[in-house]
């Protein structure tokens, strides 16, 4: 009998996870709570929300899950993995204090200074005035406000001056926008340089790297707009040479997985560090607790091997034992959204042209869903169309191609996904 496999969210990135595990012949069933139109193609959806982790719990044990692989944050600071595994599932994501490597930025930046991880230099605050006059002592100082707890990737605000960084700390600790999230900011020096995404997998002791991705965090081309969860990506990043990546590894990752094990809180499961590369070395921006949307749907389908077994080789504390190959060939993925994202935006409306895509050129849904008018739009990122090819702008030109074949109402997508 094969594995049955629980997987929680409903982003591309769970679409992506769903597929891929799907084709393992180790895995006799994928449950998505609480998955997308996409994921209904390839699993079982689940009415469950992803904080809602007493019902999560109860579907396990119903469902007679044995595996369970982490892909979003939103369930692992609740203990969802500590839970599932004292009730005898297998877990391949880290428990409630592992998790803390993201759910709390100030947790995390203080990890960072005992391992020696190279970071922005930071402060945080939890009392607002107390802040505000940390503020108004840096004139010129252009710095970064980051709420400490989770916020979808859109809890950090980049300041070009004293006024924007007063604002944003109001955004977070007066107005609240990110909740409890902004109970405690960290006001952090601004770097300047470029960006790349390192995921790796992690049984606890070790860790294999994954290829580096760049990710398209604003909406509009140009790297212009508000920040959104990710526009699009693509792998492997121009611009990491083999020396690079090796001192990613060195020094942000074995240090990471290194020091969570000395604390007593072992990293298993899939630690994404958020980097940039600057004229001084690499620094981490922040560490992720989970896998990267957009970036997860241009890793998998790179990944040759079985996605079942390195994770659940990962689980067992053996990933040593597996090999994990990737294809050489570029990945290009390009979001869709729903025009207004990642502010107001409509939902409801009939999307075409998911099945005219080429052969080879995958869609991986997010906000989707099906009612009776057919495939409708359902959330802010509505869908991811990745394509691969030889090259990058091979890869580039056919997603392109692709994404013109899909329609719907205010559709929204960069331009500009690796144009490099
Ligand atoms: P984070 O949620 O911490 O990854 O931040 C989101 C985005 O804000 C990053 O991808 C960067 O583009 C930007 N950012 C975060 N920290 C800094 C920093 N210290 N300096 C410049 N930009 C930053
Ligand atoms: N695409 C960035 C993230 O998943 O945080």
């Given at each position: 009998?094969?594995?049955?496999v629980?997987?929680v969210g409903?982003?591309?990135?769970?679409?992506?996870?769903a597929?891929?595990?799907?084709?393992s012949p180790?895995?006799?069933?994928?449950?998505v709570a609480p998955g997308n139109a996409?994921?209904?193609?390839?699993?079982?959806?689940?009415?469950?929300?992803?904080?809602?982790?007493?019902s999560?719990?109860?579907a396990?044990k119903?469902?007679?899950?044995?595996?369970?692989?982490a892909s979003?944050?939103?369930?692992?600071?609740?203990g969802?993995?500590d839970?599932?595994?004292a009730q005898?599932?297998?877990?391949?994501?880290p428990?409630q204090?592992?998790s803390?490597i993201e759910?709390s930025?100030v947790w995390?930046?203080?990890?960072?200074?005992r391992h020696a991880?190279?970071t922005?230099?930071?402060l945080?605050?939890?009392d607002y005035?107390e802040?505000r006059?940390?503020v108004?002592?840096?004139p010129?100082g252009?710095?970064?406000?980051?709420?400490s707890g989770l916020?979808?990737?859109?809890g950090?605000?980049?300041?070009n001056?004293?006024h924007e960084?007063?604002n944003a700390?109001d955004?977070?600790m007066?107005?609240r926008?990110f909740?409890a999230?902004g109970?405690?900011?960290v006001?952090?020096?601004?770097?300047?340089g470029?960006?790349?995404?390192?995921?790796?997998?992690?049984?606890?002791?070790?860790?294999v790297?994954?290829p580096?991705?760049s990710?398209?965090?604003r909406a509009?081309d140009g790297d212009i707009?508000?920040?959104?969860g990710?526009?699009?990506?693509?792998s492997?990043s121009?611009?990491v040479d083999?020396r690079?990546?090796?001192?990613i590894?060195h020094?942000v990752?074995?240090?990471?997985?290194a020091?969570?094990?000395?604390e007593?809180a072992?990293y298993?499961?899939?630690?994404f560090?958020?980097?940039?590369?600057?004229?001084?070395?690499v620094?981490?921006l922040?560490f992720?607790a989970?896998w990267?949307?957009p970036?997860t749907q241009v890793?998998i389908?790179r990944?040759e091997?079985?996605?079942f077994?390195?994770?659940?080789?990962a689980a067992e504390?053996?990933?040593?034992d597996?090999e994990?190959?990737w294809?050489?060939?570029p990945?290009?993925?390009?979001?869709m959204a729903?025009?207004?994202y990642?502010?107001?935006?409509?939902?409801?409306?009939?999307?075409?042209?998911v099945?005219d895509?080429?052969?080879?050129?995958?869609?991986f849904h997010?906000?989707t869903?099906q009612?009776?008018?057919?495939?409708?739009t359902?959330g802010?990122r509505?869908l991811?169309?990745?394509?691969?090819?030889?090259?990058?702008?091979?890869a580039r030109?056919k997603a392109?191609?692709n994404?013109a074949r899909i329609?719907?109402?205010?559709?929204?997508?960069?331009?500009?996904?690796a144009?490099v």
């Amino acid at each position: 009998m094969g594995a049955r496999v629980l997987v929680v969210g409903s982003g591309g990135r769970e679409h992506a996870v769903a597929w891929k595990l799907r084709q393992s012949p180790h895995v006799e069933e994928v449950f998505v709570a609480p998955g997308n139109a996409g994921t209904a193609l390839v699993a079982t959806n689940l009415p469950v929300q992803p904080k809602d982790i007493d019902s999560l719990c109860r579907a396990a044990k119903e469902l007679r899950i044995d595996f369970y692989l982490a892909s979003m944050d939103d369930p692992q600071p609740l203990g969802l993995v500590d839970r599932l595994r004292a009730q005898g599932v297998l877990c391949y994501g880290p428990t409630q204090a592992a998790s803390r490597i993201e759910a709390s930025k100030v947790w995390a930046k203080e990890f960072m200074a005992r391992h020696a991880i190279p970071t922005a230099a930071s402060l945080s605050f939890t009392d607002y005035q107390e802040a505000r006059n940390y503020v108004e002592s840096q004139p010129d100082g252009p710095l970064v406000v980051k709420a400490s707890g989770l916020a979808a990737g859109k809890g950090a605000i980049v300041c070009n001056d004293m006024h924007e960084a007063l604002n944003a700390l109001d955004i977070i600790m007066v107005r609240r926008d990110f909740g409890a999230a902004g109970n405690e900011v960290v006001l952090e020096e601004r770097l300047y340089g470029w960006e790349t995404s390192a995921h790796a997998f992690c049984d606890g002791k070790t860790a294999v790297m994954m290829p580096f991705t760049s990710d398209y965090k604003r909406a509009q081309d140009g790297d212009i707009g508000l920040n959104t969860g990710g526009m699009g990506a693509y792998s492997p990043s121009v611009g990491v040479d083999a020396r690079l990546a090796e001192q990613i590894r060195h020094d942000v990752v074995d240090r990471a997985v290194a020091g969570m094990d000395a604390e007593g809180a072992p990293y298993n499961g899939t630690l994404f560090p958020g980097l940039m590369v600057t004229d001084e070395g690499v620094r981490v921006l922040e560490f992720n607790a989970r896998w990267g949307d957009p970036e997860t749907q241009v890793l998998i389908p790179r990944l040759e091997s079985d996605l079942f077994e390195v994770c659940h080789a990962a689980a067992e504390g053996r990933l040593a034992d597996v090999e994990v190959k990737w294809s050489e060939r570029p990945a290009v993925g390009v979001v869709m959204a729903s025009g207004g994202y990642p502010a107001t935006y409509k939902l409801g409306h009939v999307i075409e042209g998911v099945d005219d895509v080429d052969e080879g050129v995958l869609v991986f849904h997010a906000g989707t869903k099906q009612d009776r008018r057919g495939l409708v739009t359902n959330g802010g990122r509505v869908l991811t169309v990745v394509a691969m090819g030889d090259t990058l702008e091979e890869a580039r030109t056919k997603a392109y191609s692709n994404v013109a074949r899909i329609h719907f109402t205010d559709a929204h997508y960069r331009e500009d996904i690796a144009k490099v």
